[in-house]
């Protein structure tokens, strides 16, 4: 349970001397750093067609990027930019490696880039209600100006009893140019005036007529929950989107979530 506080700043290789309590100092170390390429962006899931990929080199009189099966590429300068993605199925993964050699020897390492389905844009702006305390038995939404509703409002989707530890979320989307929504329950209870907005916003009643901000739905808990209630959309293998699955192996996009299955 011991830990230092939020340490931001660091923008190249540091060093802590730690306390064992809550603090840390930045000490001078004299060491070698070695070689290595970085890239930008650092694997993970991309939805283009194609990513345009940037690779530094740090600390190296040599290195390399390859690219799949291909052939390496040496690296001229500190730094190279490539693309990948073209003709990559949905769901397919595509790995790049690096070498490279500087005072401390030759390293390498990969890096792992996933294509996934473009997902839909909102129209409008979804923002969550954090039921947990003052735990209503019917969320209602009024928003303005555009396509103001009139008070109450309208219900709010329950997407989960548990998406996070000991919450309650309910969802509705607001068009766009909404300046301020009061969450309430149809019968008198209900929140101050909500003006500061956001896409994904997360807002807690908190009783009294209080609320507070209480962050936005975008961890993996959340998106994985969410995923969990989303309608299940199948593709082939070649991207086309099929209705009507039979037999066989497809891709399966489920909210966020996308995954190779069998159905027999």
Not at 28 to 47: Q, W
Not at 114 to 134: L, V
Not at 167 to 179: A, I, Q, S
Not at 237 to 245: C, K, S, W
Request: proline fraction near 3%; hydrophobic fraction near 35%.
């Amino acid at each position: 349970g011991q830990q230092t506080a939020d340490i931001t700043g660091i923008t190249e290789d540091a060093y802590f001397e730690y306390d064992g309590g809550t603090q840390a100092k930045t000490i001078n170390v004299n060491v070698t750093p070695d070689a290595a390429v970085r890239f930008s962006p650092n694997g993970g899931n991309f939805d283009a067609e194609t990513l345009t990929v940037t690779a530094t080199v740090s600390n190296a009189t040599s290195a390399w990027y390859k690219i799949g099966n291909g052939a390496q590429t040496t690296i001229s300068g500190n730094s190279a930019t490539f693309t990948i993605g073209q003709g990559m199925q949905i769901g397919s993964n595509i790995t790049v490696s690096w070498g490279a050699t500087g005072a401390t020897g030759s390293k390498s390492g990969s890096v792992t880039f996933t294509k996934i389905a473009k997902q839909e844009e909102p129209d409008g702006m979804t923002i969550y209600y954090d039921n947990s305390i003052t735990n209503w038995s019917s969320v209602m939404i009024h928003h303005w100006p555009v396509d103001a509703t009139t008070w109450p409002g309208v219900a709010m989707e329950k997407i989960s009893a548990n998406v996070r530890a000991a919450t309650e979320l309910y969802r509705y989307t607001v068009p766009t140019g909404t300046e301020g929504v009061v969450f309430n329950n149809g019968s008198g209870d209900q929140t101050n005036d909500i003006t500061s907005l956001r896409h994904n916003g997360i807002y807690k009643g908190t009783g009294n007529r209080n609320w507070e901000d209480a962050g936005s739905f975008s961890g993996i808990a959340d998106i994985e929950a969410a995923d969990e209630l989303a309608p299940a959309e199948f593709y082939n293998l070649q991207g086309i989107r099929v209705e009507n699955p039979g037999t066989g192996m497809y891709i399966m996009r489920q909210g966020k979530t996308v995954r190779k299955v069998y159905i027999r």
